[in-house]
């Protein structure tokens, strides 16, 4: 079974940077897909930021130019540095892992979630 832990979230002022980390074990797939996602209150789980075991990235439109999501295989880790953070890129952000869909950025084809940690962006 898949565990995913984050870690590194926090609280920031506009403007300012955050590094999120994901430290993975118990891998299933050759082909998979690992990825950050976030929820700010009543709103829906969306996407930010894929990699695909190959290295393809995939990026929300509102986190382009900003967010940078890699993956460290030997450590089975996967980071996300957010720069030039905005009030609206507060939420709780979680780490998910599952065979590539084809829409990565979509959260309902992942299966395997760690528990999330929470970013505020204050302005």
């Known amino acids: 079974q898949v565990q995913l832990v984050e870690s590194g979230g926090g609280s920031v002022q506009a403007g300012g940077s955050l590094r999120l980390s994901c430290a993975a074990s118990?891998?299933?797939?050759?082909?998979?897909?690992m990825g950050w996602f976030r929820q700010a209150p009543g709103k829906e789980r969306e996407g930010v930021a894929v990699?695909?075991?190959?290295?393809?990235?995939s990026y929300a439109d509102a986190v382009k130019g900003r967010f940078t999501v890699s993956r460290d295989f030997p450590k089975n880790t996967l980071d996300l540095q957010m720069n030039s953070l905005k009030p609206e890129d507060t939420g709780m952000y979680y780490c998910?892992?599952?065979?590539?869909?084809?829409?990565?950025?979509?959260?309902?084809?992942?299966?395997?979630w760690g528990q999330g940690t929470q970013v505020t962006v204050s302005s």
């Open positions: 998910a892992y599952d065979s590539c869909p084809t829409w990565p950025l979509l959260p309902r084809d992942y299966t395997s």
């Open positions: 118990g891998y299933k797939y050759t082909y998979a897909c």
């Open positions: 990699i695909e075991a190959r290295g393809r990235t």
